[in-house]
């Protein structure tokens, strides 16, 4: 059983506004990757006063899934993406959205502590399970 775990900070002006914690069983890290930028996505575009969103991930390549047209395994969550991006830059002309690469090997603080974050939380089963 594979259990894989998302960590989403949002931040606003060096202050941080939401942390959220995602785990999800039997997933690839791809789609984790594209839920937790789905869900910030959503998150952000539902605030007033944001005129610029930065996506900052160590998975750029995931996020490339967000902007490809094609049938993919990730699709539902490129249709959401999309959705919720179209409704902000209707918002604004002004409105735009970055998206920066930051491997873990650059040890940049926020970054390690969302790696923390996603390595040390402890999951307590919902219902009894047993491994063969």
């Known amino acids: 059983m594979k259990i894989v775990t998302s960590v989403l900070h949002i931040y606003k002006e060096q202050d941080i506004i939401s942390k959220t914690v995602h785990h999800t069983m ?15 996505i959503n998150c952000i575009t539902q605030m007033q006063d944001v005129a610029h969103i930065i996506v900052i991930t160590n998975a750029i ?29 209707n918002k604004s002309f002004n409105n735009s959205i970055s998206f920066w690469n930051c491997p873990s090997s650059n040890k940049w603080p926020p970054y390690l502590l969302v790696d923390k974050e996603s390595k040390y939380f402890k999951i307590n089963p919902v219902l009894p399970s047993k491994l063969l």
């Open 26 to 40: 039997n997933i690839t890290s791809t789609k984790a990757e594209l839920f937790t930028i789905r869900c910030s």
């Open 61 to 89: 390549p995931a996020a490339k899934h967000i902007f490809d047209t094609f049938i993919h395994l990730y699709q539902l969550h490129s249709i959401t993406i999309s959705n919720d991006l179209r409704s902000f830059f």
